[in-house]
């Protein structure tokens, strides 16, 4: 039975990745003439950002100063991200989960401030029954401790829950968990290669509660294998 939806934050709830991206990319080529390629990015999405520090550093050399960055960064960030919409879909899964009476969560690797603040600005942070963050976690995604944390904030199992996620990363973090995910890649995100997932939407206007709640209704190995169209 579907008991809870758990939802990343970061290029799900709002388009935060891109603007990251564009960030890290306009300062390195403006400090170290460098060119970051998106696929290179996509180590640290969904995690955080020391992974891409570590590539970067193996890339150009250990002058690349992450604290200085952080520093310059913040700033422009918080600016460009104030005023950024909800993804699409998003707040209609939200209000509809919660009139089927489905617990929901933040299952996200950075810490509690931004996606509360982001979600208060919204009008969505009343929806929301828990927070799983990087603050109550040793190990973030990819690691299952995030999910499993949410799952035990919510008081349900992680079979009951289901994921809802954009990255590689967070996709491997919730299978480790053992749940089922909903992936929506973004625009940066789609260039992941993603191990397999129980559904992938382009959009979470797609999602159609009523067929997951059905399959829910079954096993989990029956429900993935009718989804492979396969018979058993």
Request: proline share 4%.
């Amino acid at each position: 039975m579907l008991k809870a939806l758990i939802f990343d934050f970061d290029g799900v709830i709002v388009d935060t990745e891109t603007q990251w991206y564009e960030i890290y990319r306009d300062w390195l080529k403006e400090e170290y003439d460098y060119d970051l390629d998106i696929r290179d990015y996509l180590v640290c999405v969904g995690s955080n950002s020391q992974r891409l520090f570590a590539f970067l550093w193996e890339a150009i050399g250990p002058e690349v100063d992450g604290e200085a960055f952080e520093r310059s960064a913040t700033e422009e960030f918080i600016r460009r991200s104030s005023v950024l919409p909800p993804m699409e879909g998003v707040t209609e899964l939200i209000k509809e989960a919660k009139r089927r009476g489905m617990k929901l969560a933040i299952a996200t690797s950075a810490t509690r401030k931004k996606p509360e603040a982001h979600l208060k600005r919204l009008g969505l942070l009343e929806y929301f029954d828990a927070f799983s963050t990087a603050e109550l976690c040793k190990n973030i995604k990819p690691a299952p401790d995030i999910f499993l944390k949410a799952a035990e904030l919510l008081g349900v199992t992680p079979a009951e829950c289901l994921a809802v996620e954009d990255s590689g990363n967070g996709l491997t973090s919730a299978n480790r968990a053992g749940m089922r995910c909903l992936l929506v890649p973004n625009q940066i995100t789609r260039h992941c290669e993603f191990e397999p997932c129980y559904k992938r939407v382009e959009s979470l206007a797609d999602v159609n509660l009523d067929e997951i709640e059905k399959d829910f209704g079954q096993p989990q190995e029956n429900a993935a294998a009718q989804e492979r169209g396969t018979e058993l």
